[in-house]
């Protein structure tokens, strides 16, 4: 029932109430008159005094409808909060109905009740009027007193319903509360899903980025492989080459290799390095020494050692006559371990002398492939490299401005000749401090163990 449904219903009842008060003053109002001009002056209290507890009554009445129209109000106004109220509201209008219906009832009957005792009283016998006036005031006050009992009832239901209200109320607040906790719950859970699904992108994102990562390694892979096949080819065709070239070295050693006093065959060895194609690099047998690698050779004048004609970084030469390994191949080799170096020289008077250093380094490009260590000396030659230290490599040999001492990739002079200038094959200063050329000269690394 809607509130205002319930209002006009409340009105109605309070206007039937005033209605039938009215009604039954204005029936009785000719009689009242007539009763009271003749009736004595107990009579006239007696009437007054009821009529007095009656409209206390109606305004009893009157005051509790408007309660419980205000309850009502409350009431459907709870309703349109929560969906289960609707049962207390219900059974609050049922007993509100049932109760102002039955007072309703009961003042109807006591008011016919009054009015009946007024037309059935005759001002001619007296004594019987003021004898039912008693018995009426009686009848009254019974009904007076069950009409209050009755109001009472009312009120303590009344009463009561507010007190279920207020503990619904309450329901309602702790319901409302939990559900606010809820909310915020869903609200947290909401903001966690977005963060997860930010997250879900981000990584997403990743594993796109990695997949494309690994396309690109596959591809760099499938290119490494070719070239990997193609290593493989060219050192099968150097192999073969080699298998073909010892077959014949040993016949052509007079001619195209110089040897060493007691070395043995020179051994012909493909060397890898990294960023590197392999390469032939010949290793010699030093008694007492171990195998070196061959860098340099200087025998017979028939490869130019010219800057202009040859590159120092790359290498040139024939490793079966004269030839430079060359500096990037040379600074590859020191700096992936420790090499020692060993110099033989020999000049035009067959004399043989060597040079020992026990950590060679070459530096890089970038450092135009300076000599960055030595280590210590041991030989007969004369410590005559020392001073290039921390030189840089130019045009042909690491050069010092102030401190000349050597050069072994100098102009080759094809008999012994006095040298009066730095360009030359040469090697500190022999014979009483005169610089002469040399015959011949080797440069020959190993790692150091």
Request: glycine fraction near 4%; charge should be negative.
């Amino acid at each position: 029932m809607k509130p205002e449904n319930l209002n006009n219903f409340s009105q109605k009842h309070r206007g039937s109430v005033e209605d039938s008060t009215t009604e039954n003053n204005s029936l009785s109002s000719d009689s009242d008159i007539e009763d009271i001009s003749s009736a004595s002056g107990d009579q006239k209290r007696i009437v007054q005094g009821l009529r007095k507890i009656i409209k206390k009554n109606n305004t009893k009445i009157n005051d509790l409808v408007a309660k419980l129209t205000i309850a009502e109000i409350h009431l459907a106004s709870e309703k349109e909060k929560s969906n289960y109220k609707d049962d207390l509201i219900k059974l609050t209008n049922e007993n509100k109905d049932l109760s102002v219906k039955q007072l309703q009832r009961n003042i109807l009957d006591l008011e016919k009740e009054l009015a009946l005792s007024k037309n059935q009283g005759s001002i001619k016998e007296k004594d019987k009027e003021t004898s039912g006036l008693v018995d009426c005031d009686d009848q009254y006050k019974k009904r007076i007193a069950e009409l209050n009992a009755l109001i009472d009832k009312l009120e303590g239901k009344l009463e009561e319903k507010s007190i279920k209200l207020a503990n619904f109320n309450e329901k309602s607040n702790e319901y409302e509360n939990n559900l606010s906790e809820k909310d915020k719950q869903i609200e947290k859970l909401e903001y966690e899903l977005t963060e997860s699904k930010a997250k879900i992108v981000k990584l997403e994102s990743t594993i796109h980025e990695k997949d494309e990562e690994l396309v690109e390694w596959n591809r760099k892979t499938q290119k490494c492989e070719a070239k990997i096949k193609s290593y493989e080819a060219n050192i099968n065709e150097m192999n073969k080459k080699l298998s073909e070239f010892n077959l014949g070295a040993e016949c052509c050693l007079d001619k195209s290799l110089v040897l060493m006093n007691c070395t043995a065959t020179p051994l012909i060895k493909l060397v890898s390095l990294p960023d590197e194609k392999p390469f032939a690099a010949v290793f010699e047998e030093i008694p007492s020494a171990g195998l070196w690698m061959v860098i340099q050779r200087r025998i017979d004048g028939s490869v130019s050692f010219d800057p202009f004609d040859n590159c120092y970084s790359d290498g040139f030469g024939e490793i079966g006559t004269e030839f430079w390994l060359g500096l990037e191949k040379l600074h590859k080799l020191t700096t992936s371990r420790k090499y020692e170096l060993y110099i033989e020289l020999v000049d035009f008077d067959d004399v043989r002398t060597f040079a020992r250093y026990d950590h060679f380094v070459v530096g890089s490009n970038k450092e135009n492939y300076k000599l960055i260590s030595l280590g210590d000396y041991s030989g007969n030659a004369g410590d005559a490299l020392r001073s290039k230290v921390n030189c840089a490599f130019e045009t042909l040999w690491w050069c010092h401005p102030h401190d000349d001492k050597c050069n072994l990739n100098g102009q080759y002079y094809e008999s012994k000749v006095q040298l009066y200038d730095w360009n030359g094959l040469w090697w500190g200063s022999w014979n009483m401090g005169n610089r002469y050329s040399l015959k011949s000269c080797k440069m020959l690394i190993k790692p150091r163990h």
